[in-house]
């Protein structure tokens, strides 16, 4: 499975951006999740969506963020709504081996090369 991330950029604090995971084969059949690394840190959960199309969220991004999937496009976006600074990291998007959605990176198997999201003022 290849995997690209795309739509990071430099946001002000409460705006908004949608990250997009682009994937090789069709989406619907993948566990797919959201991490995201800021400096210093660990990579950390952010979002999932299951095979099923239930979604996934760490309370720190529950009710700002929103994970879906276009099967038609094979693509999965994180909307990102009222930011702030602590949402600044790299995103990435990866999927497991297999249809369990995890909250722990290392049961991921292939990852995208990230993007970078920067909210400040």
């Known amino acids: 499975v290849q995997l690209q991330a795309s739509g990071g950029g430099l946001v002000l604090p409460g705006g908004s951006l949608t990250l997009s995971c682009a994937t090789s084969g069709r989406t619907r059949n993948y566990v797919v999740g959201w991490f995201r690394q800021a400096p210093g840190k660990e990579r950390d959960f952010v979002s999932a969506?299951?095979?099923?199309?239930?979604?996934f969220y760490d309370d720190a991004v529950k009710g700002r963020f929103t994970i879906s999937r276009d099967n038609a496009k094979n693509t999965v976006y994180l909307q990102m709504n009222n930011l702030t600074p602590e949402d600044t990291a790299v995103y990435y998007c990866a999927v497991p081996v297999g249809d369990v959605v995890f909250r722990f990176a290392d049961r991921y198997e292939y990852w995208g090369q990230g993007t970078l999201v920067t909210v400040s003022s």
């Open positions: 969506i299951a095979i099923s199309g239930t979604t």
